[in-house]
């Protein structure tokens, strides 16, 4: 088999020690450099004020002496002995009145960079200092010396100096960096190229049967060592390998019997899963036909009393006709006996129409609530309208409590959507208030708020009632989950709301509640609902959103 093969390193070790090497040599030396040279530039600053001393020292006691005799030619000397020194380019002294007895002006001198001799140390310097009279003599001011100090020479010499400092530190920094080269070349780079040789000479297919030279001399080395722990550790690997390739073989066999497996198992469940959907959206329907069902009950029931009453009115009518009818054949109708009888079927006829009138809006309230619950269909409708006729309808299931729902709302609202869905999912809420929160409640109350705002509808739901406990807040819209299992309880109201509301309506449902506080629901949907929103996908669990 050939060897394994790999081009030259793309970035070589040597190179990166080098300039590693380099850059910490020059920095570390830069550093000390710029130590050593601020240090010498503070030193050099304090050189004006010690030579100024030094020079007032020396001619202080002769200058004074020379101006307290008025000798100007001896005063002209000493200035230009001054200015034979390199720092000093003028000199003059003023006596007290203001006129100059001596001045001396240097040559001025010439230097290499004048603009950072300038920036370092600044430009020449103004020093003053008074003369009076010498010693033993009565005290008496007799004038001023003025020197102009030049500081050029001096930073040409500091300059000199830092240039110096900085050539020799990066001159050392690249000497080092050759001999730790050198060492790292024997010690270390020859060594690792022969591991690498040794790994590139391995098989291709079974590399882990290579095994890695020891460098000579390096057998107790940390080189050494790795080679040692990695031809243990390639020793290790070569023979995991091969339990590894035994152990693949009957994989593969009993992969090929799993798959038989698995597909009979898929089908099963398959067709398990398709039996669960069907049987839960035959629950549902049940539960909404249980619910028109109680409807028409109710409606059935409430509707029987006005019409009892209208047949007793008619009858009370059609009685006092008979009387008027029998006095009349008799020729007994007397006036007041009319007017009585009148009075009589006149009170009937008002609570036979108010009866009649009471029943046919419940009639007409139920089939509109009917109606538009059994119609699934897509069409433009009245909100507020359709909430109203609900509420009505379900007034035979509301008032057994007692609780009459109230509802806050515009006059109209009018949108496109599913009048059916929006009455089933009030519908279960109600009925949902109506079995299971208001026990032991003195007051019960529901209240449904309706309004709309930027093109959503938002439909707020509240009851008083015993309200759910916050451990089963994730709970309550799981489908089949009720707390009065085996008293009437099915579990799928709340369900079958979530569904309605996120699927059909596309909207949002939230939920609010704690213990003797009620429930709140918050429905949240377009007021122009698209075509083919029915289409979701269904969901199974709401985020329930749980107040802190």
Not at 124 to 147: C, D, K, N, V
Not at 319 to 346: K, P, V, Y
Not at 460 to 467: A, K, L, P, T, V
Request: charged content about 20%.
């Amino acid at each position: 088999m050939p060897p394994l093969t790999q081009g030259p390193a793309r970035r070589s070790l040597s190179g990166l020690l080098v300039k590693s090497i380099l850059i910490v040599a020059w920095t570390v030396g830069l550093l000390i450099s710029l130590v050593q040279v601020a240090y010498d530039l503070h030193q050099v600053r304090q050189l004006p004020a010690d030579n100024l001393a030094t020079v007032r020292g020396m001619t202080q006691e002769p200058l004074d002496a020379s101006v307290y005799g008025m000798d100007q030619a001896r005063v002209a000397d000493m200035l230009a002995g001054l200015l034979t020194l390199p720092y000093i380019r003028e000199a003059r002294v003023v006596l007290d009145d203001g006129s100059v007895l001596a001045e001396a002006t240097g040559p001025k001198r010439t230097h290499g960079q004048p603009w950072l001799n300038d920036l370092l140390f600044g430009p020449a310097r103004q020093y003053m200092w008074s003369i009076h009279s010498p010693p033993g003599r009565e005290f008496q001011w007799l004038g001023e010396i003025h020197i102009t100090y030049d500081t050029h020479a001096e930073a040409n010499a500091f300059l000199a100096r830092a240039g110096a400092i900085l050539v020799g530190t990066m001159f050392y920094a690249l000497v080092l960096a050759a001999l730790l080269l050198l060492t790292y070349d024997r010690v270390l780079r020859r060594p690792l190229v022969n591991i690498i040789q040794s790994i590139q000479s391995a098989d291709v297919d079974r590399p882990e049967s290579a095994r890695l030279a020891v460098p000579a001399g390096h057998e107790m080395t940390e080189i050494g060592q790795l080679a040692a722990i990695a031809n243990q550790h390639l020793g290790s690997i070569d023979r995991l390998l091969t339990q590894l390739r035994e152990a693949e073989q009957r994989l593969n066999d009993y992969s090929d019997q799993l798959e038989v497996t698995v597909a009979e198992r898929t089908r099963e469940l398959s067709l398990s899963l398709e039996q669960l959907q069907n049987a839960r959206d035959q629950l549902i329907n049940n539960e909404r036909l249980a619910s028109l069902g109680t409807l028409v009950a109710g409606v059935a029931h409430e509707v029987n009393t006005p019409l009892g009453i209208a047949v007793t009115a008619a009858s009370v009518v059609s009685e006092a006709l008979d009387s008027i009818r029998d006095h009349f054949q008799a020729d007994s109708l007397t006036r007041e006996t009319f007017s009585a009888l009148m009075r009589e079927a006149h009170e009937g006829q008002l609570i036979v129409v108010g009866n009649l009138s009471r029943a046919a809006k419940l009639v007409r309230d139920f089939k509109q609530a009917a109606a538009n619950q059994a119609d699934e269909t897509l069409c433009e409708y009245d909100i507020a309208q359709t909430t109203r006729a609900l509420i009505a309808s379900l007034h035979p299931e509301t008032k057994k409590i007692p609780v009459v729902p109230h509802f806050e709302g515009p006059v109209s609202l009018k949108g496109m959507g599913y009048p059916g869905v929006l009455m089933q999912v009030l519908t279960n809420l109600i009925m949902n208030s109506v079995r299971h929160a208001f026990e032991g409640v003195a007051k019960p109350l529901i209240a449904i708020e309706l309004r709309e705002a930027h093109g959503q509808v938002e439909l707020i739901y509240r009851d008083n009632g015993m309200g759910v406990p916050a451990a089963l807040h994730n709970r309550i819209f799981e489908p089949l989950f009720t707390t009065r299992r085996g008293r009437g309880g099915t579990g799928l109201g709340l369900n079958i709301v979530y569904n309605l509301v996120t699927q059909k309506m596309a909207g949002q449902l939230d939920f609010w509640s704690a213990p003797q506080r009620g429930v709140t629901f918050r429905l949240r949907f377009a007021l122009k609902q698209a075509w083919d929103q029915h289409d979701a996908p269904e969901g199974l669990k709401p985020d329930v959103v749980v107040p802190v």
